[in-house]
């Protein structure tokens, strides 16, 4: 069994080499699990070949075993030892996007063991655009599958401390690289089909993809799947994201946002309830709240997607007994995944026009 979660700090940059070579030389080679900034979100990374070494992953973060694992490589030749069928448009976002937060589904070859396709005949790959994580692969010498390091149903981490807080103890190790950079999951494309088929918003808008290959199709809800509904992607079964403390989402035109959430504060004040507000700057501005987490301004999606888990992280964290979420800032770009990820974690939404 696993003793102690080890954590590999990187303080300069010779650390960090050192670091990453004994994470990926004793410990991913040898069939533990590590957990890894990305750009997108930190992943809980296992050397994708071996089943053993992958099924640890799933123990550690009880994650459904019929909910597939991307596999991060660090090299294109990679990508050909693991699928078959890569279509001529599949090389346009690959030189586009890659390194990035793309991740794309093709066809598996035999090499790809079972439990990190949950039995599918397809495979999720992407290359990370994050130094630390490309040095682990190459220096583990093979494809390490990663999904994000928090048990299963929780937000995802963007640090180590949400790492740690998620899953010391069950996992062998951490490298710290920091706050990531993007803070929001990838963008998952099935490149399976004659019209590509977006399954999750993520760090790339779709508006970027459809740019290189023309047409992309959508095929992600920003629900739950409904009993009997067929999943696209078995992701989109299970509850996501999601604090412990019970989350009102309010979306829709700005002033009206504005106007129902302050409603809903001295409504559940009145009740005697502490109330958490996870809003952008210019909503918040204008609201009284137990404990409040500002995203940033409305337009700087960017930032709002870095601060997004963190923010739910910290509410969740504040002893209140209901955490409103303002949901009107931008959905174009990486906005769409924000807004998907917000309407994931909710409990409740409250849409306005
Ligand atoms: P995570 O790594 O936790 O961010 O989740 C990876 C996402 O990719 C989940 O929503 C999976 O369902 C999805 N996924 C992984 N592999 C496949 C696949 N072969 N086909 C469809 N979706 C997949
Ligand atoms: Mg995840």
Redesign the pocket.
Known sequence: MIGKTRIFRIGTEYASYADIGRAAGTIIKEGGTVAFPTET?Y?LGADALNPDAVGKIFEAKA?PPD????VHISSTEQLHDLVEDIPARAFDLMDAFWPGPL?M?FK?KEVVPEI???G?D???VRMPDNPIALLLIEEAGTPIA???ANRSGMP?PTTTQHVISDLDGRIDAVIDGGAVKIGV??T?V?MTSETPVL??PGGIGIDEISDVIGKVAIGYLDRLLEEGEV??????RYT?YSPKTWMVLVSGNSNSVVDRISKFVSDYNRQGLRVGLLATEETAEHIIADEIFILGGRDDIALIASNLFAGIRYLDGRNVDVIIADGSMRADGIGAAVQNRLKKAADEEFANR
């Not at 909910?67 to 991307?70: E, Q, S």
């Not at 999943?231 to 989109?236: F, V």
């Open positions: 979100v992943g994650r909910n597939p694992l991307i991740t589904i598996r990190i396709t949950a599918l397809t495979v999720a990663a999904p994000s995802s999951e990838s998952v099935d399954l999750r999943a696209r992607s078995p992701g989109m996501h």
